[in-house]
């Protein structure tokens, strides 16, 4: 345990964070009354709770510890990067040797002219700077009503006003009177909820179309960008039919729209390559990043800008920026983080092992009787939960209630997976081990089962 906490029991810290911590995305009742549970360390894919429990963590944290707990290398380039220079800002003609080259490598390892890079301290800092990129861009150009950005229903793209305007997610707009005016939401394609008696590839192209309709419905010279994580992650980790992004790339070629892909989950090795546009064939001229970018060391975000944005956007004053925009010790420790994983290969090893191995467990979970259809992506992966495979249906009455007695079994298990709704979630850090791989499918399917048997 560390210097604030070791001298204080299990009871007393939850106590006190009750009272005194308002958590995110949390009932604070609730955590009063039962206490969160307190994580003290971590190594590789284990997490260590304040009662000695050790804990496989499925989920990376969330989404964003790519190459495992524990890597000193970090720790040391945090370190001597505080010695050194541990704050200067990036505004009025500033810079230094850290955001200087994460910029440089970021530029080498992103497809095509992504080329520049506009940093934020997070994901949703990062699509605030997107809806404002893309806006200052066709004004620049002289089409300022080119304002309207489509994103889809139970999208995520952050917890800002932007960010939860782009954003899909119902309950998110209702608090808060979301979202902002000049976004527009359309369909998602997830088959398993909402396909009908569609085929997957029938549906995954009548999806896409949405976009076509959109566009046209809204006029081409109001809309200024498509916004869309290649993979939903917080949505349910929905795989889109194989269909759904080539055809997207035909309407984005077609009109003449940005295209900004959230890399913020998919991206630095997710899907088994750096990129997840690259995973579905995508060609964005702004990709959103964060998460992996530190795996969650140092909190750091940004935009890679393609060259045609970044020069209009760049040759009149942005009046844009963040404090910690490129803030020296994330960015050294960004650029550590991105040498361990281009180093050690781990792409390589996401790829050749472990989602590989993964894909054949976490399918063959459908021979439970919970379980429907199961969904892999490289290191992102969903079940859903259901009553009645064949009609791919609910749990109608209380959706959310069987994925979460599930999540409090797998807590139960030692084993951290998600749900959203009916749907269990993973997404563990790219470096898991084939036994590690094991060891997370015994505790899933055990908590399957005693999920099964508690609402039988
Ligand atoms: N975009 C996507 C796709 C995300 O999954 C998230 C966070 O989960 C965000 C944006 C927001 O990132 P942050 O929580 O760092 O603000």
């Not at 890597?71 to 200087?100: G, S």
């Not at 139970?154 to 707009?173: D, E, F, V």
């Amino acid at each position: 345990m560390n210097m604030i906490t070791n001298h204080l029991p299990t009871a007393e810290l939850q106590a006190l964070d009750a009272a005194h911590h308002m958590h995110p995305f949390s009932n604070q009742k609730e955590l009063a009354d039962r206490g969160a549970r307190v994580i003290t360390r971590a190594s590789g894919v284990t997490l260590t709770d304040s009662e000695g429990n050790e804990i496989l963590d499925a989920m990376a944290g969330l989404w964003c510890v790519n190459i495992g707990y524990g890597r000193d290398e970090l720790a040391d380039v945090a370190a001597r990067q505080m010695r050194e220079l541990p704050y200067y800002n990036t505004f009025f003609m500033t810079t230094h040797a850290p955001v200087i080259a994460l910029s440089a490598k970021l530029a080498e390892l992103a497809p095509g002219d992504l080329n520049h890079v506009f940093y934020a301290g997070s994901g949703s800092e990062a699509n605030d700077t997107n809806i404002r990129m893309v806006r200052h861009y066709w004004s620049a150009k002289g089409k300022p009503e080119k304002k309207i950005i489509i994103s889809r229903q139970n999208a995520y793209h952050g917890s800002t006003l932007g960010g939860a305007s782009l954003g899909g997610m119902i309950p998110m707009h209702q608090q808060g009177g979301l979202p902002i005016p000049d976004v527009h939401h359309i369909p998602q394609p997830n088959w398993w909820a909402e396909g009908g008696d569609m085929s997957p590839e029938e549906f995954g192209l009548a999806r896409a179309q949405e976009l076509e309709k959109a566009i046209e419905e809204l006029g081409e010279d109001r809309v200024a960008a498509f916004i869309a994580e290649p993979i939903q992650g917080a949505g349910g980790v929905i795989v889109p039919p194989e269909t759904y992004f080539p055809e997207i790339q035909r309407i984005c070629d077609k009109y003449d729209i940005l295209l900004i892909a959230d890399e913020v989950i998919c991206g630095f090795g997710r899907t088994g390559n750096w990129f997840g546009s690259q995973t579905v064939g995508w060609k964005p001229h702004i990709m959103t990043i964060a998460k992996g970018l530190s795996s969650g060391y140092a909190p750091i975000g940004g935009s890679i800008v393609c060259d045609e944005v970044a020069e209009v956007v760049g040759a009149t004053e942005f009046n844009h920026g963040y404090t910690y925009s490129g803030h020296p010790v994330a960015a050294a420790v960004a650029l550590e983080n991105l040498r361990i994983l281009e180093e050690e290969n781990i792409i390589g090893h996401v790829r050749d092992v472990a989602a590989p191995y993964l894909k054949k467990k976490w399918e063959s979970l459908t021979d439970h009787p919970l379980v429907g259809e199961a969904k892999i992506v490289g290191m992102m992966g969903s079940i859903a939960l259901t009553p009645n495979k064949e009609a791919r249906a609910p749990f109608a009455a209380d959706a959310g209630t069987v994925g979460l007695i599930c999540r409090e079994n797998c807590f139960a298990n030692n084993l951290v997976m998600r749900h959203v709704g009916d749907r269990m979630i993973i997404s563990p850090p790219l470096v898991m081990q084939p036994d590690e791989i094991d060891t997370l499918i015994e505790r899933a399917t055990r908590a399957l089962d005693q999920t099964y048997e508690r609402i039988k």
